[in-house]
T-cell receptor, first 114, second 112 residues
């Protein structure tokens, strides 16, 4: 399967714990996006990378959130000191280039903070 | 006002019907518009890009109206398999960069 993959698919954690999610984009794609989606809403942009450079971060991304893409391939999204409001589906997408290119989404990581 | 707005629906239509959705955006500097489809508990998938001159793909037609700042999606001869949530995406200018901004989606239910 050469699509976008995300791990884990589900994560249940207690409030205050740290969690890390991984995204493996389509191999030739140089753009990688992270989104958060809650029930009944569209995906909300969090951040994106062009190769290994993080080019933009949403104001939604508090200092508890950090993302990396160290070698321009896979990416990780870490949430520190999780809160119940962080419960959501975290989606990763990749694309070949900029604005005019289709984004291919992974299946997402569903986070539940208890 | 939200940056990208969609009527959440649901739009409940019989098979064979024609249905249209609109998506309005607030930033006139926006560019690159898309429609994505999202099935229940699945990831979004591209349905079609929206070009300035309008474009058609089979039963689906997308249009852009820059003057009124909206994009539209028309589905003709609806099929049961068209039941899904339709998300519009607008790349809007924010702080010098273009950010992909999704609407909340419009739910379509096609019934026999």
């Amino acid at each position: 399967d050469t699509g976008v993959s995300q791990n884990p698919r589900h994560k249940i954690t207690k409030r205050g714990q740290n969690v890390t999610f991984r995204c493996d984009p389509i191999s030739e794609h140089n753009r990688l996006y992270w989104y958060r989606q809650t029930l009944g809403q569209g995906p909300e942009f969090l951040t994106y990378f062009q190769n290994e450079a993080q080019l933009e971060k949403s104001r939604l991304l508090s200092d508890r959130f950090s993302a990396e893409r160290p070698k321009g391939s896979f990416s990780t999204l870490e949430i520190q000191r999780t809160e119940q409001g962080d419960s959501a589906m975290y989606l990763c997408a990749s694309s070949l280039g900029g604005l005019t290119y289709e984004q291919y989404f992974g299946p997402g990581t569903r986070l539940t903070v208890t | 006002r939200k940056e990208v707005e969609q009527d959440p629906g649901p739009f409940n239509v019989p098979e064979g019907a024609t249905v249209a959705f609109n998506c309005t955006y607030s930033n006139s500097a926006s560019q690159s518009f898309f429609w994505y489809r999202q099935d229940c508990r699945k990831e979004p998938k591209l349905l079609m890009s929206v070009y300035s001159s309008g474009n058609e793909d089979g039963r689906f037609t997308a249009q852009l109206n820059r003057a009124s700042q909206y994009i539209s999606l028309l589905i003709r001869d609806s099929k049961l398999s068209d039941s899904a949530t339709y998300l519009c995406v607008v790349n809007r200018l924010s702080g010098g960069s273009y950010i992909p901004t999704f609407g909340r989606g419009t739910s379509l239910i096609v019934h026999p």
